[in-house]
């Protein structure tokens, strides 16, 4: 009967010149804010240490580099993770990783409620494209400066709480969350960066995709019996629109709490992790229901094959 | 540049005293009416020839035999298949099959705009159990009187249109939608029966249930870039509420057609096949952002495995 209050550190937008020090201050003012409210574990968005650099064309490694972080903690957010433990929250946020190999991606933490890391995340699903493209109506170079992520998807317990971690893109395929609920996951940490309209069709603006975003996170929660949190970085970053829509999501599907705006902002939820379990024994009781013989071309088959 | 007008003929309850004859003439009338509106592909329930037997708990094999087909077409359904070639309207429906070789399955078919059978799936999600369950508010017997089916997921080109079938529970799993989105589908179509009532947790009613149907139709066209056709059979069957909300969604996830009660009632909507293409070659472009190499457990692992 595991209970937690989760919230969500919604962060209003990071400029190019924002120092590490500047937005490690912000997050921990959210931090605490959503202590005093009584969140116990607490989750920022996708690079939540810097703007959105994908967005910028660059060809000078060492300028690509500059956004990365090369330990976690390192001393700009040593503070956090302190103050994290001293107030007793857990906490999750993602940031550009650079391994002591020299190898790129996009990452996320996850810490126990005494501030220490017992979970490292890599994105998998990168989105956007390796090269300059002049149609787009903005970069999205993902797949330019990072690898997809090494390690899979993993779960921790936590708190007494079986967690897994998501970024950005992860949310859009229901691969994610499965091979996260054939693990037991019980909350799913999201954070994401995702512009307001689509660079691909300009007429795809904000509304409808936080539809889409609510949508997949709703129907990922629904059909693992998970409480799902995604959390967003928003509004205008370097003149360019995120959306916000941050959501709680209960493993029946409904949204608990919602963000109202595109800045900084606290959305909380108290999870009754025991609800999970409806779900997980009846209708989603993958045991009895899944039939994996008939599964074969989701793990056999990259690509759309049309045959017909 | 493929369009289509499709249509859902919804249908209201069948009791346990009606005929064949009589549910067809039903939908032929059904047919007619879509027809005259312009529908070219026309869709009905699961099991559309008879009640939902699944609710009631049987011994005698014959009894059971009673509500399965050994044909089809057959002499009750031969003349929904001659008014549907004469009219031009492809059709898809499901019914209980019982083969030659003894064999149970919860079945459905596709025609060409000629009446011509050209398609067959058989359920592969079965929900429910096997033995009588008093603790149930009411029995769902599936599991008891069927095989799941043994075809897998597969799609059929009708009218320049890539096109796959689901049933009811299957609409639930997202691995029904990703086998054929995987094989390129433009339009699938799902019959059901769903019971108002949640038979494990009868607090869960018909707006709770209406939303979770929507929920996994909506993403799984989204997330496939496809058009999904989902068709009720609805209303007070021998004394138990099946929910309505039948629906046409666009291969954007938003819905363009929803019933408005819970009798037999046609929904349509002109669907523009070439808009399947901006999803499938951008967001959910399978080739370039799949990995399927840590997807493994979706089809190594059938049931949840908590080693945390």
Same mark, same amino acid.
């Not at 933490?109 to 300059?132: C, F, M, Q, S």
């Not at 799902?228 to 970053?237: Q, R």
């Not at 029946?252 to 705006?261: H, P, Q, T, Y």
């Given at each position: #009967?595991?209970?937690?209050?989760?919230?969500?550190?919604?962060?209003?937008?990071i400029?190019?010149? %924002?120092?590490? +020090?500047?937005?490690?201050?912000? #997050?921990?003012?959210l931090?605490?804010?959503?202590?005093?409210?009584?969140?116990?574990?607490?989750?920022?968005?996708?690079?939540?240490?810097?703007?959105?650099?994908?967005r910028?064309? #660059?060809?000078?490694?060492?300028?690509?580099?500059?956004?990365?972080?090369?330990?976690?903690?390192?001393?700009?957010?040593?503070?956090?993770?302190?103050?994290? &433990? +001293?107030? &007793? @929250?857990?906490?999750?946020?993602?940031?550009a990783?650079?391994t002591?190999?020299?190898?790129?991606?996009?990452?996320s933490?996850?810490? =126990?409620?005494?501030?220490?890391?017992?979970?490292?995340?890599?994105?998998?699903?990168?989105?956007?494209? @390796? +090269?300059?493209?002049?149609?787009?109506?903005?970069?999205?170079? +993902?797949?330019?400066?990072?690898?997809?992520?090494?390690?899979?998807?993993?779960?921790?317990r936590?708190?007494?709480?079986?967690?897994?971690?998501?970024?950005?893109?992860?949310?859009?395929?229901?691969?994610?969350?499965?091979?996260?609920?054939?693990q037991?996951?019980?909350?799913v940490?999201?954070?994401? =960066?995702?512009?307001?309209?689509?660079?691909?069709?300009?007429?795809?603006?904000?509304?409808?995709?936080l539809?889409?975003?609510?949508?997949?996170?709703?129907?990922?929660?629904?059909?693992?019996?998970?409480?799902?949190?995604? @959390?967003?970085?928003?509004g205008?970053?370097?003149?360019?629109?995120?959306?916000?829509?941050?959501?709680?999501? %209960?493993?029946?599907?409904?949204?608990?709490?919602?963000?109202?705006?595109?800045?900084?902002?606290?959305?909380?939820?108290?999870? %009754?992790?025991?609800?999970?379990?409806?779900?997980?024994?009846?209708?989603?009781?993958?045991?009895?229901?899944?039939?994996?013989?008939?599964y &074969?071309?989701?793990?056999?088959?990259?690509?759309a094959?049309? %045959?017909?």
């Amino acid at each position: #009967m595991t209970k937690l209050v989760v919230g969500g550190a919604q962060m209003g937008p990071i400029q190019k010149a %924002d120092s590490r +020090e500047l937005v490690v201050a912000r #997050m921990i003012a959210l931090l605490e804010q959503a202590a005093a409210q009584g969140v116990q574990m607490l989750v920022y968005p996708e690079l939540a240490l810097t703007t959105f650099f994908p967005r910028w064309y #660059m060809t000078d490694q060492a300028e690509v580099d500059a956004w990365f972080e090369r330990e976690m903690p390192n001393p700009a957010t040593l503070p956090l993770f302190r103050r994290a &433990g +001293e107030l &007793g @929250v857990a906490i999750s946020f993602g940031y550009a990783e650079l391994t002591p190999e020299g190898r790129h991606f996009n990452s996320s933490i996850l810490t =126990n409620r005494a501030g220490e890391i017992i979970g490292k995340y890599r994105k998998v699903h990168l989105p956007g494209h @390796v +090269e300059y493209q002049p149609t787009r109506g903005q970069q999205h170079l +993902e797949k330019r400066y990072f690898e997809p992520g090494d390690l899979g998807f993993n779960v921790w317990r936590n708190e007494g709480v079986v967690m897994g971690m998501a970024i950005c893109n992860d949310r859009r395929w229901p691969e994610t969350y499965r091979c996260l609920g054939l693990q037991g996951v019980e909350l799913v940490t999201i954070g994401y =960066n995702t512009p307001s309209v689509n660079g691909h069709m300009k007429s795809e603006g904000r509304e409808e995709r936080l539809y889409h975003s609510e949508l997949v996170m709703t129907s990922g929660a629904y059909q693992n019996a998970t409480y799902v949190v995604g @959390v967003a970085k928003a509004g205008v970053e370097d003149g360019y629109p995120l959306m916000g829509g941050s959501i709680i999501v %209960d493993p029946n599907g409904f949204v608990l709490a919602r963000a109202a705006g595109e800045g900084d902002e606290i959305i909380l939820a108290e999870c %009754d992790f025991a609800k999970c379990a409806f779900g997980k024994t009846t209708i989603f009781n993958f045991a009895e229901h899944r039939r994996i013989e008939h599964y &074969g071309r989701i793990t056999a088959q990259t690509g759309a094959v049309v %045959d017909v």
